[in-house]
């Protein structure tokens, strides 16, 4: 059993940055590929960026590469989501996930609330 506790989230004005940090407890945390999502209401999940166990491979949405970076550090069972230029339509809940495929995690986070006004 995993559980993800994420952070980071706020209020942004258009172009600015914000870091998300999602806190995993468990032993096996850098077993898991690591996931970040995000998604609105009424609209569905959306994938934003993976990390593989070791941190050597990562992987992005074509709407946030360039912009977003996802690290993790396996000492402090911790993933980041470095997010910079973020844009008006950057805003929504993030959500964090461990494990499991792309289309169906293991594990979710609760989510963080990220506003990117204009």
């Known amino acids: 059993q995993v559980q993800l506790a994420e952070s980071g989230g706020g209020l942004v004005q258009a172009g600015g940055s914000l870091r998300l940090s999602c806190a995993a407890s468990?032993?096996?945390?850098?077993?898991?590929?690591m996931r970040w999502f995000r998604q609105n209401p009424g609209k569905e999940r959306e994938f934003v960026a993976s990390?593989?166990?070791?941190?050597?491979?990562?992987a992005y949405a074509d709407s946030v590469k360039g912009r977003f970076t996802i690290s993790r550090d396996n000492a402090k069972n911790t993933v980041y989501l470095q997010m910079n230029n973020l844009k008006p339509e950057d805003t929504a809940v993030y959500l964090c996930?461990?494990?499991?495929?792309?289309?169906?995690?293991?594990?979710w986070g609760q989510g963080t609330q990220v506003t990117v006004s204009a």
């Open positions: 468990g032993r096996t945390f850098s077993s898991y590929v």
């Open positions: 996930a461990a494990g499991g495929t792309k289309s169906g995690p293991d594990y």
């Open positions: 990390i593989s166990g070791s941190g050597g491979i990562t």
